[in-house]
Structure formats: C-alpha cells, structure tokens
C-alpha cells in the first residue's frame, strides 16, 4: 500500500517539474487540418550531438564536395573559352574570311573579264568576216567551153587589169579550170577590195579638217580597282620639261576626294602598270573632263563650277577662275551622268570648255580659254542638248557629238563649227567595245581620241580631210 502511494507521489512529482519545461503547440498543416506538437527539453543535455555528424552527414559533404568540384570545372571552362575568344580575335577572324571572299570575287571577276574579251573579239572578227562576204560579188561559173581570158571583170582601172592579168598567168600555169577562178576565190577578191578601196580625202597643210572616220578601238590597259570604272587618261600634245611628249597620265575619278594623278613615262609602262610618278593635287578632281596641256593639267575643282590649272614642273595650283554661270555637280551633264557638267578639251586652236548654263537652257556652250589664266575668250551656243548626247570633243575648232555611251555601235552624230556658227546632223560609226563610255578626248598630236570605256582606257585613230560636197 506504501509502494503504491509513493509510486504516485514519484509521477506527480515528475509530471510537474516536465510541465515546467514542456511547450504545447497547435497548428494547421498544409491540407488545414490541426496538428498538435508537444516538445519537451532534455533536462541533461544542453544542445544535440555535432561530433562526427553520423553517416548520413559524410555522405551529404561528399556530394557538395563533387558538386562544388564539378560547378568550378564548368565555370573554369567557359571563361577559358570566352577569353580565347575575345572580340579582336573574333573580328580578325571575320576579317580575315571576308579579304578572302574579295579576292576570290576579285578572281571571278577578271576571269569573267576575259572570257567576256575573248567572246568580243570573236564577235568582232566574225562581223569582219560577215562584211567581207557580203562585200564579195556573186559571180556565176563561166561556160565550160568560154576560154579562160572572158572571164575576166569587164570594167576595173588599170591596176585591177595588170592584177588580174597576174592572177590568169599564175592559174594557167596551174591549169586552166583552177576552180577558185571560176567561182571568185577569196584571194582574188581581197586583192579586187584592195584596189578599190577610196582614198582618204587629203588633209591641208594645217593638218586639220573634218572628222571623216573613226577606226575600230585599241584596247591599251584596264583599270585594276573599282575606282578606275570611270576615269581619265591623256597625253600632253605640247609637253614642255620635266616630262617628255611619250608621258601618259591617269586619273581614276571614283570616289568624293578624287586627288591622286598617276604618271608613265611611255605607253609600256602604262600597259604593265608602273607609274613613274604620282602626285597629290591639292584640291580633288570633278569627273572625267580633265585635261593635258603644255605642261600643265586642267581640271574643275569638286562641286564648283572653278577651274584649276595645276603646273607639273612646280606642283602647285598656277591659276584659278570660275567658268562665268557654268552649271555644276549635276546640273548639266551628259546623258550618263558622273557630274559631266564641264568638259575640257585640247584641239589644234587650243584650250576649250565643253559645258551649258541657265540660260542655255541645257544648250552646250563652248568657250575658247585662255591656257594661262582661264579666261574665256570667245563663247558660242549650240542648239545641241548637252543631256540627249553621251560626250563630245573638238578637232580643229568643231564640237563633235556621240549619241551613245553603252551601244557598241553608235555613232558620232553631230557637228558644230565655231568658225562658221552653223552645225550639221552627221553619223559617222563609233564603237564602244566595253559599252559604258564616260571619257573621250582629243589629241591633236597623235590625231587620236582618247577614251575610258568601263574600266578599260582605249583609243581610236581618226581621220580628217574634207568631206565630199564641200
């Protein structure tokens, strides 16, 4: 009975002292049912056991170890990559491949280039061919029974006759039924086209006349970059020291600030590509009408209507003086464009300028300049419009007009005489070969014209006396 009641008064006692350090809690779960939470203190302990963490603990710090391990690796190697791959060494890569597609482009291009040359000249020598069978006479086969001398043209000069006469010997020595004979062999009617051919109307002592005839073109050299599209090239007529009369000069006129004047001491230099000399003008260039005179180039300063003469044994600016209401940078070109608004040109009276005004109303006007000061010493007006022609050029004191600078076979369509004031529908062939014509000059020295056809600097050779039924 004792046992009993102290065994009850022990629980009480130890109910008690729990209740002291005992914490009752009540809360609702995620599914907003109650939870009760009953928590009693450890009246030995002071906090729970940190030593040795037990399995579990290892096993976690094992995996953050190979975690950790792992995330610096993936780190480590994208900052490796990211830094030998920096921006310089992306860009230069870049640049790298697009300096290899240019010049593969570049490659392309030139060989187009002269599969396109080749294609022209073989046109070109089949239209020869086609001219000249055209030209040959249809002549019909003798009778078997007509002796060898009927066969023979009935008319011809006398020089045709001792030819002819040559060709029967040789064929009777041959045979008398030599088959290219009696059907007109090819031979003899290059020789026949010969001896026929007319005359050029002579020149007077002066040297000048009227352009009677432009010769096919003489392809010399092609520019080597995309500024040389459009250019100008030219040789002084009258050269003076330090350079020679075989001196050619170039300029590639593509560009905002066209400065750069290239020099060749002869034509075989210019055809390898060798400049001997290159200068620095001191204010750029306007277009494609510039020009080579005693010593000095003539050009129009950019987006001004002001002439230049620039001195080439000095290499400085000589004179300067605006062309009186000259039209500039667009406002009256010729029919392709390129800023053509004024055109200088060299002939066998001297310096011109090849331009139109407001006044004018699009009309070509042409000056006589003055080659020391630029002063205009005469003026006419045509009553040709400066934008329904592609360029033009003066021989002898005439202007002369062509029609178009992409055709291959245009023509040199009209002519205005200063001496007389009256111009003249004329249509003379002209070839451009490369069909995009920005330039063409004269030269009064070599009775040539100079052009710039696309890329290529060409010439041509004329011919001047006057024309019949003058």
Same mark, same amino acid.
């Given at each position: 009975?004792?046992?009993?009641?102290?065994?009850?008064?022990?629980?009480?006692?130890?109910?008690?002292?729990?209740?002291?350090?005992?914490?009752?809690?009540?809360?609702?779960?995620?599914?907003?049912?109650?939870?009760?939470?009953?928590?009693?203190?450890?009246?030995?302990?002071?906090?729970?056991?940190?030593?040795?963490?037990?399995?579990?603990?290892?096993?976690?710090?094992?995996?953050?170890?190979?975690?950790?391990?792992?995330?610096?690796?993936?780190?480590? &190697?994208? !900052?490796?990559?990211? =830094?030998?791959?920096?921006?310089?060494? *992306?860009? %230069? +890569?870049?640049?790298?491949? /697009?300096? @290899?597609?240019?010049?593969?482009?570049?490659?392309?291009?030139?060989?187009?280039?002269?599969?396109?040359?080749?294609?022209?000249?073989?046109?070109?020598?089949?239209?020869?061919?086609?001219?000249?069978?055209?030209?040959?006479?249809?002549?019909?086969?003798?009778?078997?029974?007509?002796?060898?001398?009927?066969?023979?043209?009935?008319?011809?000069?006398?020089?045709?006759?001792?030819?002819?006469?040559?060709?029967?010997?040789?064929?009777?020595? &041959?045979? !008398?039924?030599?088959? =290219?004979?009696?059907?007109?062999?090819? *031979?003899? %009617? +290059?020789?026949?086209?010969? /001896?026929? @051919?007319?005359?050029?109307?002579?020149?007077?002592?002066?040297?000048?006349?009227?352009?009677?005839?432009?010769?096919?073109?003489?392809?010399?050299?092609?520019?080597?970059?995309?500024?040389?599209?459009?250019?100008?090239?030219?040789?002084?007529?009258?050269?003076?020291?330090?350079?020679?009369?075989?001196?050619?000069?170039?300029?590639?006129?593509?560009?905002?600030?066209?400065?750069?004047?290239?020099?060749?001491?002869?034509?075989?230099?210019?055809?390898?590509?060798?400049?001997?000399?290159?200068?620095?003008?001191?204010?750029?260039?306007?277009?494609?009408?510039?020009?080579?005179?005693?010593?000095?180039?003539?050009?129009?300063?950019?987006?001004?209507?002001?002439?230049?003469?620039?001195?080439?044994?000095?290499?400085?600016?000589?004179?300067?003086?605006?062309?009186?209401?000259?039209?500039?940078?667009?406002?009256?070109?010729?029919?392709?464009?390129?800023?053509?608004?004024?055109?200088?040109?060299?002939?066998?009276?001297?310096?011109?300028?090849?331009?139109?005004?407001?006044?004018?109303?699009?009309?070509?006007?042409?000056?006589?300049?003055?080659?020391?000061?630029?002063?205009?010493?005469?003026?006419?007006?045509?009553?040709?419009?400066?934008?329904?022609?592609?360029?033009?050029?003066?021989?002898?004191?005439?202007?002369?007009?062509?029609?178009?600078?992409?055709?291959?076979?245009?023509?040199?369509?009209?002519?205005?005489?200063?001496?007389?004031?009256?111009?003249?529908?004329?249509?003379?062939?002209?070839?451009?070969?490369?069909?995009?014509?920005?330039?063409?000059?004269?030269?009064?020295?070599?009775?040539?014209?100079?052009?710039?056809?696309?890329?290529?600097?060409?010439?041509?050779?004329?011919?001047?006396?006057?024309?019949?039924?003058?």
């Amino acid at each position: 009975m004792w046992l009993q009641v102290a065994l009850c008064l022990s629980c009480l006692l130890l109910g008690s002292q729990g209740q002291e350090r005992a914490a009752f809690h009540r809360t609702n779960d995620r599914n907003s049912r109650c939870q009760y939470t009953f928590t009693v203190a450890s009246p030995t302990e002071a906090s729970c056991p940190t030593v040795g963490g037990g399995p579990e603990v290892e096993a976690l710090k094992s995996r953050l170890t190979l975690l950790e391990a792992l995330v610096n690796r993936l780190v480590g &190697g994208e !900052a490796g990559a990211v =830094a030998g791959a920096g921006p310089d060494t *992306g860009l %230069q +890569e870049a640049y790298v491949q /697009v300096m @290899e597609e240019k010049t593969q482009l570049q490659r392309d291009k030139e060989r187009l280039d002269r599969q396109v040359q080749d294609l022209q000249r073989r046109l070109e020598e089949l239209r020869q061919e086609t001219e000249r069978l055209r030209a040959r006479p249809c002549q019909q086969p003798p009778p078997p029974s007509a002796p060898l001398q009927d066969q023979r043209p009935a008319s011809g000069s006398n020089i045709l006759s001792h030819l002819v006469s040559g060709t029967t010997g040789q064929s009777e020595t &041959g045979g !008398a039924r030599d088959p =290219a004979w009696q059907l007109g062999g090819a *031979g003899y %009617q +290059e020789v026949k086209a010969e /001896v026929t @051919e007319v005359p050029a109307p002579s020149q007077n002592s002066t040297g000048c006349g009227e352009l009677v005839s432009v010769r096919e073109p003489e392809s010399h050299r092609m520019a080597d970059s995309i500024a040389g599209k459009y250019g100008v090239w030219m040789q002084d007529p009258e050269a003076v020291t330090p350079y020679g009369p075989k001196m050619l000069w170039r300029i590639d006129t593509v560009g905002s600030e066209v400065r750069q004047l290239f020099g060749y001491e002869d034509m075989d230099q210019l055809v390898r590509g060798f400049p001997t000399k290159v200068l620095l003008l001191p204010e750029p260039v306007e277009s494609t009408g510039a020009t080579m005179y005693r010593g000095s180039l003539y050009y129009q300063r950019r987006r001004s209507r002001t002439l230049l003469r620039y001195d080439l044994a000095t290499e400085s600016i000589a004179a300067r003086r605006d062309l009186p209401h000259a039209g500039f940078h667009g406002q009256f070109p010729y029919s392709w464009g390129g800023y053509t608004d004024i055109d200088l040109g060299v002939d066998e009276q001297g310096l011109w300028a090849i331009y139109s005004t407001n006044k004018a109303k699009g009309a070509i006007m042409v000056s006589q300049l003055d080659p020391n000061s630029l002063e205009v010493k005469r003026s006419w007006e045509t009553k040709i419009r400066k934008n329904t022609v592609a360029n033009a050029f003066m021989i002898c004191g005439r202007l002369y007009t062509v029609a178009s600078y992409t055709s291959p076979n245009t023509t040199v369509n009209y002519m205005y005489d200063t001496a007389t004031g009256q111009s003249k529908a004329i249509a003379l062939p002209f070839r451009n070969r490369y069909r995009y014509n920005s330039m063409i000059d004269y030269n009064p020295a070599h009775k040539k014209l100079y052009a710039w056809d696309n890329f290529h600097m060409v010439s041509y050779d004329v011919r001047l006396g006057k024309l019949e039924g003058n």
